[in-house]
C-alpha cells in the first residue's frame, strides 16, 4: 500500500481495523432499535436469572439434604462392629480401649462421637412403640449439636442425666405422655435376656424428618451400659474429616478425596472393624445429590435452548435488515473480519448487559429471602427427601461465574455461525445489492 | 496529486462475465480503457450496458473474468481479498445512489470513519472531517445524524466522506438518481469544484442528463463495450 503523505496521514494502517471505533460502532448499533435490543436484553437476563437460581436452590437442597444427612449422627464416616448392620443388637457392639481412643483423636479429624445405637421398646401408660435408642455422652460437642438447638421443650441430656431420656415431640405425642412423665425402656442386654428400665423425660426435640421425630431417643450412655451390662462397649463411632464436606467434594468424588484418605487411614488403625463413609450408608442421600447437579445442567440446557431460539431469530432479523449496510461498509474498506467483530461485540453487549442484570437481580432476590425459603408447604414430602422445612439460598460467586460463563460462550458459539455466514466476503460482494 | 495526463488507471481486454443457466453474459465485454489523473469521467448507458460491473471492476469489488486491471503500480487481479479491502479503504473513494451513510453515526462521524479506518488519531481525523464537511457547505450540520438531513444534505455527507481521505479516485455510481434537479445540479457542482481543485479523479456512472453534460469525458457502454469515447475541450 502506498505511504500517505504527511498532511493527510499520520499513522500506519491498522491492518484489524480500529478496536476503539468498532467498539463504538457496535455499541450504537445495539441502541438503534431500542426497544429490540432491551427485549433481547431482558429475555436473556431473565433465562441467565432462571438458570442461576434453579442452580441456588438445587444447591441449597443438595446441602440441607447433606447436612441433614450427616448431622443425623451418621458422621461422614462410621465404625461398627462386624456384622452390626446386618443386625445392630447388642451383641454386635464394639470395646474402646483409651489407646484406641488415642489413636482415634491423633487422626486428622474435627470431631467424633461414639454412642450406642441399639432397638429397643418405649412404653408409657398408654401405648407402647419401637424405637431407635442412642446411648450418648451428653458433653459431646457438635455430631449432637445438631439434636440440642431442636430441643424445645425441656432441656437436652447434661451430666447429672442419669434416668433421663430426652425423645421426640411426635413420639411423645404418639405415646400420650408428656415432659417430666416417666417411660419404660426394653432392650436386650448382654446376657441375651430382655431389660427394662424406667426413665423421666427431661426433653422434646423436634426434627425436620417427622419419621426421626418418631423413633429417635437419647439416654445417657453409661446410664445405657450399666443397664445392658455392656462397659465401655459401643455401637457406633462417627466422625466427621477435618475439611468440612461441601458439595463440590462429593460430585468429584476421587479415591484421594479427604474422606476417601481418612477411610484408609481409619481401616489401617482399626483393621478389625467396619469402616464406612456415608456415601455407602446413605446410597439415596449421595445419588440424589449427584443428580440434582445433573438436572441442573439439564435444566440450563434447556434454558439455553430457548434462548437461543429467541436470540438466533432475533439475530437473524437485524442481519438481514443491514446486509445493505454490510455491503456499504465492505465496499469502502472495512474488512470482513472487522465487520464480524463488531457483530460479535454487539452480542457481547447484549449479554453483559443480561449479565449484569441477571446477577443484580439474583443478590436481590437472594437478600430478600435471607431468612430462608419455607417448603412447609411440601409438608412430609421436602422431609421425606432429607431436607429442612427452610432452605438457604447463598452466593456461590464460583458457581455463578460457572453457569453464567457455560451460558454466555454457548450462545456467542452458536450465535457467531449465522454472524460467520453473514459476513463471508462472498456474501458482502455488491453484486446487485449497492445502488 | 499526479498531473492529468499521468495514467491512473488501465483496463486491457477486461471481460466479466455471468452465468444464468446455461448462458453466459457478458456484463463487460473485452474492454480496454485508461483513466487519467484528475479526470471527470461520466460512463452512461442503457440499464444493463455494463456501467455498475464496470464500477465494481474498478472498485477491486468483483474481477474481471479475464484481462489486466490496474491502478498506479497495483495489478488488481493479483491482489487478495484483504489487499483489495485496504486499496478501497486508502486510494478509493465511493459514493452511492442511496447516499449509505452509517445510520448511528453524526455527519461528522460518518466523514471520520474512513480516516480512523486508516488508522488517524481520532483528534486529527475530526479536524480534517470538520474541513471536509465546511468545503460541502455542511458546516453546521456535523452533528446531526443522516436521518436528520435531506436527502441532498445526505449525498453531501457522503461526497465529504469519500474524499476526505484524498483518495487516488473517487468512484460514483447513480450519485443523483435520488436527488430533484436542484440538488443534483449542486452535487455535480460540488463534485466538479472538488474535481478542479483537488485534482481528484471521478468517474460517475449515471444515466442523468445533468452529469453527463458536466462530464469532460463521457463514456458510452452498450453490452458490455465501449460505443463512444469522447473528450470534450474546456
Known sequence: MKQKTAEQQTMPIHKSGNPALINRFAWRNLWRNPRRSLILILVTALGLMSSLFFYSLMQAWAKSMLDHTLNSLSGEVQLHAPHYQDNPDVEHSMLLTSSQLTQLKSLPIRDFSAHLKLPAMIKSEYETYPVQLLGVEPQTGRPLDFIRKTVHQGQFLNQDSTYQIVIGAKLAKRLNTDLGRKVVLMSQGNDGKLKEIGLTIVGLYRHSDPNAEAAMVFADLKTVQNWLDIDNKYSEITLNSSQPLDIQQILNDTPNSPLNRLKNRLKQAFPELDVQTWQSLQPFANASIKMMDSFNWVWIAMILVLMLFGMINTLLMSLYERRREFTTLYTIGLKSSALRWMLLLELVWILAIALLVSWGAMIALIASVSDGIDLGFLSEGAAWFGVDRILYLNIEWQDWFDVSAAMVVTLIMIAAVPIWRSTRVAQLKPSNRIA | ?234
Open chain 2, 1 to 234: 496529486m499526479s498531473d492529468l495526463s499521468e495514467s491512473l488507471m488501465l483496463l486491457q481486454d477486461v471481460t466479466k462475465t455471468f452465468e444464468d443457466g446455461n448462458r453466459t453474459i457478458y456484463a463487460v465485454d473485452h474492454l480496454d480503457l485508461q483513466i487519467r489523473s484528475g479526470e471527470f469521467i461520466a460512463l452512461y448507458g442503457p440499464s444493463g450496458s455494463g456501467k455498475t460491473t464496470l464500477l465494481n471492476l474498478i472498485g477491486g469489488l468483483d474481477r474481471p473474468s479475464s484481462g489486466e486491471l490496474s491502478i498506479g503500480e497495483y495489478q488488481l487481479n493479483r491482489m487478495s481479498e484483504a489487499e483489495l479491502t485496504d486499496l478501497r479503504l486508502m486510494e478509493i473513494g465511493f459514493i452511492f445512489q442511496s447516499y449509505n451513510l452509517i445510520p448511528v453515526f453524526s455527519a461528522l462521524e460518518n466523514v471520520a470513519f474512513i480516516l480512523q479506518m486508516q488508522g488517524v488519531e481520532k483528534e486529527q481525523a475530526l479536524k480534517q472531517s470538520r474541513e471536509m464537511l465546511h468545503q460541502v457547505g455542511l458546516q453546521n450540520m456535523e452533528n446531526r445524524r443522516p436521518a436528520e438531513l435531506s436527502g441532498g444534505q445526505q449525498q453531501r455527507v457522503a461526497v465529504a466522506r469519500a474524499i476526505v481521505s484524498k483518495p487516488k479516485i473517487v468512484l460514483a455510481d447513480e450519485p443523483t438518481a435520488n436527488l430533484d434537479s436542484q440538488n443534483s445540479q449542486e452535487l455535480i457542482d460540488l463534485m466538479k469544484h472538488l474535481n478542479q481543485t483537488h485534482k481528484m479523479t471521478f468517474v460517475i456512472s449515471s444515466h442523468d442528463p445533468q452529469v453527463i453534460d458536466s462530464a469532460r469525458r463521457k463514456i458510452h457502454l452498450k453490452d458490455g463495450k465501449i460505443v463512444s469515447d469522447e473528450i470534450v475541450s474546456d
